[in-house]
């Protein structure tokens, strides 16, 4: 990578501290990490490490309580609250353990979504949602609902849905958490390939075998990266 | 916002009113029992308060004189004239009253209710005849007929005009049929002009076209200067006796029906919240159900007014169907109300419906309903925690878990607001009825009781004062009835109309000054009266023949009530005390008591 580019990620001391009854909790401190567009990077570590805090907190859902954050160049401390919903809904794409797709809407509508919320006109949303859904090769279930695909075709809605609206980095939590391993493989698969035309993606995940794909690995141990190996 | 985030909202509450219509069904019924008395409330209020269907009928106003003392005076020929004469304030002023009269026709007889108007009525309501013209002839021999009784009784025969048809003796030419629904001024049949000094205006009302621009202040004082110039003593009212003007359907309602009235409206409004905050709470426990799919929204980028939209757009398919719902049910009570009270609606164009004005109402007040309800929990839907809620392992995106404490809540207000529509629905129909004002008591069975209204309209009568002896020959024809066990004849139109028009009068003992109060209600009778209605004396003797006829020296006698001797006798010997009563214009008439008697009337 070039001398001088901003990296799209960039994070300095940052820390999370949650406050409940008599306890701190300290799930994030002095954190350091740059991704760049194009990287896919991995986050490792064990259960309450602070995974998926990170992952809040680069995906806009939560609010780092200290350090610096800036997304593509563009700190994002103290923007509003629909500004935040803005720079979700057009920088990044989420992609959940649980798949969480919307029960009552089908899948085409599951995926043209975050281009409702963008207030995108429906003829270009209509293309868009056809060639997310042709990516991940459900096109013939566009008007089922959730409950009546596979798991591994639910999490492929979702990872359509995450890359419809051509985010800046796909955010990844446990994607292969509630699969089996033949549709958890598929999904790593999709998720290289789409890596291999460029996308930028972080992605949490505990199985070793995954983590191979990623270009780096960033170890965590209470709310500390203590480990970078690059692979 | 996009229309399209509308349309995504839309059929997201849509799915879910498919996918569990119980609850929605259950809020919109909740909410429909307040909206709907809401819409009766106004629908009902609206067709009682409707101004006289004329052009500018607003502008068309009663002239009553209101004596500050005795509440509502008569109005005299002396003050219709001194304002007809001399008032700037109105374009046109008319007098009118009504009787009923026995029509013959070669079809036969019938009763019809006849309205007695100066010819300038027709010209100041500005209502054209449908076929011929107004009567005007004062002397009474041309009458308008009615839409209703041209279509029945000359089976809207275009050759009525011109036919004479008998007014008990007179006999009148048809020179005008109205048109249809026009009954002015209460529920009239026929049209019948007299000159503006007849007698037969008596007991009627002044009407006024108030002039464009004129206040109805500034016309009521005019009123009253001319009727104090015009009046130097007049019997009964005192100087401080104002005119006023007020439109038709503007009763001046005593008491009981403020009371009432401002009852309904809390109740009613007490309703509205309380289904309002029921379904408030069903939409919170609904968005708890869908904490996930709240925070999924946001972590896709909708914005916060995006995610409230969702929870109002819910809100407003409830508060819509509520009410459609509510206008049924109240359609439903205002049909139950008109066909209950029909004969307590005194005017013609007096309409409980569910019209246009009252479907706006019900759409309207759901709208304003509907944010009130949606917006706590869109605001607690804004503010779920999305990163938190998606951090969960929670695998359950849908299944809605169900508080029981909230069903039961909800089943007790329905329970309630039930209990509550019966109630304002009975008050409403207390409202319009006024029982009050005939209190018959619990011992007196009126089953067998016979009542008839006598009124001197033969100016002869009135003219040489030989009304006591034309009524003691009918009470005699009547005892000499087979069956009829005894009669009486009271002055005052007790029966058909309010306690408050009773003539009120002051009361005083021995040489004691008049108070200040509005004085106690009196009623003429003659003997017969006590017996008749069977009134159970608590002391004292009823009325005999000793008691009629005014020898000059000897009181006159009085029954009172014992309400009345516990209020101004207490602990005395009360038969046989003497007190005065203030006939107005500083005029007293001394009376004894008879007798005390339960409350009655
Ligand atoms: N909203 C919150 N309030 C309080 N504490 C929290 C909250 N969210 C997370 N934590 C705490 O922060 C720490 C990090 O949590 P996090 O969910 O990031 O762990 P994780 O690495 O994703 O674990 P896992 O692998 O089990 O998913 C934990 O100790 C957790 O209990
Ligand atoms: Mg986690």
Redesign the interface.
């Known amino acids: 990578m070039a001398e001088g580019v901003q990296p799209l990620i960039q994070l300095s001391d940052l820390g999370k501290v949650f406050y409940t009854e008599e306890l701190e909790t300290h799930a994030l401190s002095g954190v350091h990490l740059d991704i760049d567009r194009g990287e896919f990077v991995s986050i490792a570590g064990p259960s309450g490490c602070g995974k998926s805090t990170l992952l809040s907190i680069i995906g806009l859902l939560d609010t780092a309580t200290a350090g610096e954050y800036q997304l593509d160049g563009e700190p994002v401390q103290g923007l509003s609250v629909g500004d935040r919903a803005r720079i979700r809904n057009e920088a990044i794409g989420f992609i959940f353990q649980a798949f969480n797709l919307i029960g009552d809407l089908t899948v085409y509508e599951n995926v043209e979504l975050p281009l409702v919320y963008r207030d995108m006109r429906g003829s270009e949303r209509k293309t868009r949602v056809q060639a997310a859904l042709e990516r991940v090769g459900m096109v013939h279930r566009e008007k089922h609902f959730p409950a009546q695909l596979s798991g591994g075709q639910q999490q492929r809605v979702a990872v359509a849905r995450a890359i419809v609206g051509e985010p800046l980095i796909l955010l990844a939590d446990e994607p292969t958490g509630n699969l089996d391993s033949t549709n958890g493989k598929a999904v790593m698969d999709l998720l290289g390939e789409l890596h291999d035309d460029g996308a930028t993606v972080c992605m949490v995940t505990h199985d070793p075998r995954y983590a191979d794909l990623a270009e780096r690995t960033v170890h965590l141990f209470d709310g500390r990266i203590v480990d970078e190996e690059s692979g | 916002m ?1 229309p ?2 509308f349309a ?1 909202s839309w ?2 509450a849509l ?2 009113f498919i ?1 569990s219509p119980a609850s929605y069904l259950y809020g919109a019924v909740a909410l429909a029992l307040g909206l709907g008395s809401a819409t009766l409330l106004f629908s009902l209020v609206q067709g009682l308060t409707a101004p006289l269907p004329v052009p500018n009928g607003e502008h068309v106003l009663r002239v009553v004189v209101v004596d500050p003392i005795r509440g509502h005076a008569h109005v005299t020929i002396d003050d219709f004239h001194a304002w007809r004469m001399h008032a700037g304030s109105f374009e046109s002023i008319a007098a009118v009253a009504v009787s009923e009269r026995r029509v013959g026709t070669r079809r036969g007889d019938f009763p019809a209710r006849v309205a007695h108007t100066t010819a300038d009525m027709f010209p100041l309501l500005g209502v054209e005849p449908m076929l011929g013209r107004w009567p005007a002839e004062a002397d009474g021999t041309t009458i308008a007929i009615g839409e209703d009784l041209w279509a029945t009784t000359f089976e809207g025969d275009p050759a009525v005009l011109g036919r004479a048809v008998r007014l008990d003796n007179e006999v009148a030419i048809v020179v005008g049929v109205m048109p249809s629904g026009f009954r002015f001024p209460r529920k009239q049949d026929i049209w019948q002009v007299v000159a503006a000094d007849s007698p037969r205006l008596a007991n009627g009302e002044v009407v006024s076209r108030l002039k464009h621009g004129v206040s109805r202040m500034a016309a009521s004082q005019e009123f009253t200067e001319l009727m104090q110039a015009a009046r130097t003593d007049r019997e009964g009212v005192p100087a401080t006796a104002t005119a006023r003007l007020i439109g038709f359907t503007e009763e001046r309602g005593d008491r009981a029906e403020h009371a009432i009235g401002i009852a309904l409206l809390l109740v009613v409004l007490g309703l509205v919240l309380l289904s309002c905050s029921n379904v408030s709470a069903l939409l919170l426990e609904r968005n708890l159900a869908r904490t ?2 709240l925070a ?11 995610i409230a939209l969702q929870t109002l757009v819910e809100a407003l398919l409830i508060g819509g169907l509520g009410g459609i719902l509510g206008a049924a049910v109240a359609h439903v009570g205002l049909l139950f109300l008109t066909t209950t009270l029909a004969d307590n609606l005194t005017y013609f164009w007096t309409r409980l419906e569910l019209d246009v004005a009252s479907v706006a109402f019900a759409g309207a007040l759901s709208l304003v309903v509907a944010v009130l309800c949606g917006a706590l929990p869109a605001w607690r839907a804004v503010r779920t925690d ?3 809620t ?2 969960e ?3 359950a ?2 299944g809605s878990r169900r508080t029981p404490v909230s069903w039961v809540l909800v089943n007790a207000q329905m329970a309630f607001a039930v209990a509550v529509v019966v109630a304002a629905v009975g008050l409403a129909t207390i409202l319009v009825q006024k029982p009050w004002e005939i209190d018959l008591t619990a011992e007196f069975s009126g089953e067998r009781v016979v009542a008839a209204q006598i009124a001197f309209e033969d100016d002869a009568i009135v003219a040489n004062g030989s009304r006591v002896e034309v009524l003691e020959r009918m009470l005699e024809r009547v005892r000499a009835f087979p069956g009829v066990q005894s009669a009486t004849v009271s002055m005052g139109d007790w029966l058909a109309s309010r306690a408050r028009s009773f003539g009120l009068r002051r009361v005083a003992f021995g040489d004691e000054p008049f108070g200040d109060d509005r004085g106690v209600p009196i009623l003429y009778i003659t003997p017969g009266f006590i017996d008749t209605f069977a009134i159970n004396l608590v002391e004292g003797r009823p009325f005999d023949a000793r008691d009629t006829g005014s020898d000059a020296g000897s009181a006159d006698v009085a029954i009172v009530t014992e309400e009345f001797v516990r209020a101004r006798l207490p602990d005395q010997a009360s038969v046989g005390r003497r007190f005065r009563l203030d006939q107005g214009g500083g005029r007293e008439r001394a009376f004894r008591k008879a007798a005390s008697c339960r409350t009655w009337p």
């Open positions: 996009a399209f985030q995504l059929r997201l799915r879910h996918k996930r799919t999924l929204h946001q972590a896709l980028g909708a914005r916060p007014a995006q999305a990163g938190r998606l951090a392992q929670a695998q995106i849908h």
